[in-house]
């Protein structure tokens, strides 16, 4: 008997922000969505940067997101978030630091303990 293999038309990833406090009140889902795409713009164009990107949760308090991406475009996305070190808001910049804690292509299996490697 064959298991039926998923369609895998998105990723999610578990991402954790790390910045300062001068953005604590600038902080909200519209500016982190912007953070997001100019680092991808940033790496990779314009194009890659017009892709869709849905942030699912936002926790400010822990400086948590979960995020949904399309497929075709999740490499691009988790190799500009890695590499982004710095964002500019304005004629600011600040830095700004994305880890990501946890990804894959079931939204269920974030909720799962993390596997750390040592």
């Given at each position: 008997?064959?298991?039926?293999?998923?369609?895998?038309?998105?990723?999610?990833?578990?991402?954790?922000?790390?910045?300062?406090?001068?953005?604590?009140?600038?902080?909200?889902?519209?500016?982190?969505?912007?953070?997001?795409?100019?680092?991808?713009?940033?790496?990779?164009?314009e194009v890659a940067a017009s892709s869709t990107?849905?942030?699912?949760?936002?926790?400010?308090?822990?400086?948590?997101?979960?995020?949904?991406?399309?497929?075709?475009?999740?490499?691009?996305?988790?190799?500009?978030?890695?590499?982004?070190?710095?964002?500019?808001?304005?004629?600011?910049?600040?830095?700004?630091?994305?880890?990501?804690?946890?990804?894959?292509?079931?939204?269920?299996?974030?909720?799962?303990?993390?596997?750390?490697?040592?």
């Amino acid at each position: 008997m064959k298991m039926k293999e998923l369609d895998c038309s998105h990723w999610y990833l578990d991402i954790e922000m790390d910045y300062g406090s001068d953005l604590d009140l600038l902080m909200a889902v519209d500016i982190l969505k912007f953070f997001m795409l100019s680092a991808v713009k940033t790496m990779f164009g314009e194009v890659a940067a017009s892709s869709t990107l849905d942030i699912l949760k936002f926790d400010e308090e822990e400086r948590r997101a979960i995020v949904r991406v399309p497929s075709e475009n999740y490499a691009k996305f988790r190799a500009a978030l890695t590499m982004c070190s710095a964002v500019r808001l304005d004629k600011d910049v600040f830095p700004f630091i994305f880890t990501i804690k946890q990804a894959s292509s079931c939204l269920l299996s974030l909720t799962g303990p993390q596997r750390i490697i040592t």
